[in-house]
């Protein structure tokens, strides 16, 4: 069964950092672009950051989240720094299989994961 797991969220304060981590099962991920989205509640689902050759961000966390991949582990990561209130929302990983898309556009994406919580206190 082809799947994308999240993990690493929760509750942290204004200023703090969590990693978030997106595993695939029956997917290389290194053959697919991955990007993040997220989803406050009432809010439209918005692009965080995706990776092909080189990583993109949303203005909105340029120079403090950083998307990584490790091949060998399968694995995509979000670490996120100095986190903001307004970071709160539903965080998604997702694929898509080129690597010339608008990786911005979540219509390019054909497998999601079930979404990791953050929350960010003041």
């Known amino acids: 069964q082809v799947q994308l797991v999240e993990s690493g969220g929760g509750l942290v304060q204004a200023g703090g950092s969590l990693r978030l981590s997106c595993a695939a099962s029956?997917?290389?991920?290194?053959?697919?672009?991955v990007g993040w989205f997220r989803q406050a509640p009432g809010k439209e689902r918005e692009f965080v950051a995706a990776?092909?050759?080189?990583?993109d961000y949303a203005n909105s966390v340029k120079d403090r989240f950083t998307i990584s991949r490790d091949n060998a582990k399968n694995t995509v990561y979000l670490q996120m720094n100095s986190l903001k209130p307004e970071d709160t929302a539903v965080y998604y990983c997702?694929?898509?299989?080129?690597?010339?898309?608008?990786?911005?556009?979540?219509?390019?994406?054909?497998?999601w994961g079930q979404g990791t919580q953050v929350t960010v206190s003041s």
């Open positions: 029956g997917r290389t991920f290194s053959s697919y672009s």
């Open positions: 990776i092909n050759w080189s990583a």
């Open positions: 997702a694929t898509a299989a080129s690597f010339l898309a608008n990786l911005r556009d979540s219509r390019v994406y054909d497998l």
